[in-house]
C-alpha cells in the first residue's frame, strides 16, 4: 500500500511545475523542516513553489535557509497542492479554503487521511525523516540546505533523539543528512538550546503557576502573561517539554489561552500513558506520548474538563475513545 502511493505522489511531484506546500498553524520544527526541505529539492528541479504557513515563521527558526520564502496566503494557483505533518486539514488554517489537497504526508497516529494521496507513516519520528527517505528514491536531490531543514525537523520532533519513538532508521537518515553537509551540533544548538530573552520570561510565567496532583503536572499561559513579557508568539515557547523533566510526573499538560476565545492544550506523558486517545476526544490529536487540542471555551472551563479527562487515564486506567469511535465527533483542531 505504501509503495502504491509512494509512486503516486512521485508521479504528481515529477509532472507538476506549480507546487503549493503547506503546514499547521503554530509550526515547529518539523512542520517547517519538512516545508523547506521538500520545497528546496522541487525548486533544484526548476519547480515554481509557494511555501504557505497561515502564522508563518517564528522567529527562533529564522536560522534555517529559505525560511525567508515562506508566504501567510498563496501568491498563485497551484497545480498540486501538498499538506505536511497536519492530522487533520483544520491545522492549516484556512489558507486552502475549500480545496482537497492532492497529497497529505504526516506521522501522527490521529491523520484523517484527507487528501487523494496519503502518505502517513506514524512510526517514523517526524515528518521531514519522511521525506529524508523518499526525496532520493523519488528523484529528487537533497543538497546541503534542504538536508539542514530535514535534520533540523528530526531534531525538533524527537527532542535531540531521545523521545521513546527513536530508532536505528531515524539515525541512519540523521546521518546522511549531516553527509549532505547538515552540520548536526549547530543545528541541534539554534533548535533546542537557544531561546529569546522573552521566551525565558514567558517560561517563568508559566512555572510559577505550576501545580501537581498525584502523577499530573500542569500550568497555564494567559493572554496577559504574553503581553506582560513581551513574548511574541501564540505557543508556549516549548515550555511543555520541561515540565515532562519533573521525575514525580506521568503526564504534563500546559494551558496557552489564545486572543480567539479557545485554548491551546498540550499533553505530555511517559511511556506506558496514550495521550492521543484524549486529544482526539477534544478535537485534537498526535502521538501517544505528545499531543495537543485547540478548544473553545474560556481558560477555566477547559482546564477543569482537560484534567478531568486526564486524571481518568492516570487513576482509573480508562482508555480514551478511539480515533475512529471520535470521528464524527471532533470539535476544532489542535
Known amino acids: ?35 523547506l526541505g521538500l520545497g528546496l529539492a522541487l525548486q533544484h528541479h526548476q519547480k515554481q513553489v509557494d511555501l504557505i504557513l497561515a502564522d508563518g515563521v517564528p522567529y527562533n527558526l529564522h536560522f534555517l535557509p529559505g525560511w525567508e520564502g515562506i508566504v501567510r496566503q498563496p501568491t498563485f494557483q497551484p497545480d498540486l497542492i501538498v499538506v505536511l505533518d497536519c492530522s487533520d486539514l483544520q491545522r492549516v488554517g484556512g489558507v486552502l479554503g475549500d480545496c482537497v489537497p492532492d ?39 537533497v543538497d546541503v540546505r534542504a538536508a539542514s531543514a530535514l535534520l533540523t525537523g528530526i531534531i525538533g520532533d524527537t527532542l535531540g533523539f531521545k523521545t521513546s519513538n527513536m530508532n536505528p532508521k531515524a539515525l541512519r537518515l540523521a546521518a546522511t543528512l549531516m553527509e549532505k553537509g547538515a552540520n548536526l551540533p549547530e543545528l541541534y544548538n539554534q533548535s533546542l538550546n537557544r531561546r529569546s530573552f522573552e521566551a525565558a520570561r514567558y517560561w517563568g510565567c508559566g512555572l510559577g503557576k505550576l501545580k501537581k496532583k ?17 513574548y511574541p508568539g501564540n505557543d508556549d515557547a516549548d515550555l511543555v517539554n520541561v515540565l515532562t523533566s519533573i521525575n514525580s510526573g506521568t503526564i504534563a499538560v500546559i494551558f496557552i489561552e489564545q486572543k480567539d476565545g479557545k485554548v491551546k492544550v498540550s499533553w505530555r506523558s511517559q511511556p506506558g500513558y496514550d495521550v492521543s486517545g484524549i486529544a482526539v476526544q477534544f478535537g485534537g490529536g498526535g502521538h501517544p506520548a505528545a499531543s495537543g487540542a485547540e478548544i473553545s ?26 480515533v475512529e469511535q471520535n470521528h464524527g465527533e471532533m470539535m476544532n483542531g489542535r
Not at 512521485?10 to 503547506?22: D, E, G, H, K, T
Not at 501522527?108 to 506514524?122: D, E, M, S, Y
Not at 471555551?297 to 478511539?322: F, H, N
Open 1 to 35: 500500500m505504501i509503495d502504491s502511493v509512494s509512486n503516486t505522489i512521485q508521479r504528481r511531484l515529477v509532472s507538476s511545475q506549480r507546487i503549493a506546500i503547506v503546514s499547521h498553524v503554530r509550526p515547529d520544527q518539523d512542520a517547517i523542516g519538512s516545508m
Open 103 to 141: 497529497i497529505n504526508i504526516d506521522h501522527h497516529i490521529t491523520n484523517l487521511n484527507f487528501a487523494k494521496a496519503n502518505l502517513v507513516i506514524p512510526e517514523a519520528v517526524a515528518t521531514a525523516a519522511i521525506l529524508a527517505e523518499y526525496l532520493p528514491e523519488w528523484g529528487f536531490e
Open 214 to 230: 498525584g502523577k499530573l503536572i500542569w500550568t497555564e499561559l494567559t493572554l496577559e502573561d504574553r503581553k506582560a513579557v513581551a
Open 297 to 322: 471555551g474560556d481558560l477555566i472551563t477547559v482546564r477543569e474538563k482537560v484534567l478531568e479527562a486526564t486524571q481518568l487515564l492516570i487513576q482509573d486506567g480508562k482508555k480514551p475513545l478511539s
